[in-house]
């Protein structure tokens, strides 16, 4: 059966590189990763967030200043493998769609401390190629414009647009081709984000 929000992401993907979908998940399930990522959190379970090669020399907290916590799925929770499978149904939508080979997922937690935010980048460099698709979900209730930490997306022609990380908002881009950033938090920022490889993982 084919699932029509896939079918949506899979159109606007194809249409213009990236595709938004809000409530994609009930809000009992959004709560509790939020609650499930706060709790990770103020464990002290989160890291600094790394750069990829190229901006390696700059300093890291020039960059970006979001903290993550990388997830597996044999340890997670049953609602973080509610979304996983969502995440996998999706992956093997956009496999068939775009006749791309997809090996997996990978997801983590990031939370942006107030007053973070990651300069203008791609997901992934050209001649590397493993991640193909990004996907975010966002876990802010009650997120004001005024709270910031926008997802700004530039054109090809250098104009942009923003996106507010609204509980429940899914964004889903080329992780090539989509120049973005993320504009300063004012309050703490959180979101699951992921990345469909075709590679397999290795230690
Ligand atoms: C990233 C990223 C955007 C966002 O983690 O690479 O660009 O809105 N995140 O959280
Ligand atoms: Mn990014």
Not at 19 to 47: H, P, R, W
Not at 101 to 129: K, W
Request: hydrophobic share 40%; charged share 25%.
């Amino acid at each position: 059966m084919i699932n029509p929000i896939f079918e949506k992401i899979a159109e606007q993907i194809l249409s213009q590189s990236i595709a938004i979908k809000d409530d994609v998940l009930d809000s009992c399930v959004l709560d509790a990763l939020a609650q499930e990522a706060l709790t990770e959190y103020s464990q002290g379970e989160f890291k600094d967030a790394k750069i990829g090669k190229g901006i390696a020399k700059q300093r890291i907290s020039e960059v970006r200043g979001d903290k993550v916590f990388w997830l597996n799925k044999v340890d997670a929770s049953a609602r973080l493998k509610t979304y996983w499978n969502w995440v996998e149904g999706l992956q093997d939508y956009l496999s068939e769609y775009f006749r791309i080979y997809l090996e997996r997922t990978e997801l983590h937690f990031a939370v942006y401390p107030i007053g973070a935010f990651y300069s203008p980048h791609v997901d992934q460099f050209r001649d590397q190629g493993n991640r193909v698709f990004s996907l975010i979900l966002y876990l802010n209730k009650d997120w004001k414009p005024a709270d910031g930490g926008q997802l700004r997306v530039y054109n090809d022609d250098g104009t942009f647009y923003d996106i507010q990380p609204i509980h429940g908002r899914v964004v889903c881009f080329r992780s090539d081709q989509i120049l973005h950033e993320v504009l300063e938090a004012n309050k703490p920022r959180i979101s699951l984000t992921g990345w469909m490889r075709r590679d397999a993982f290795t230690l």
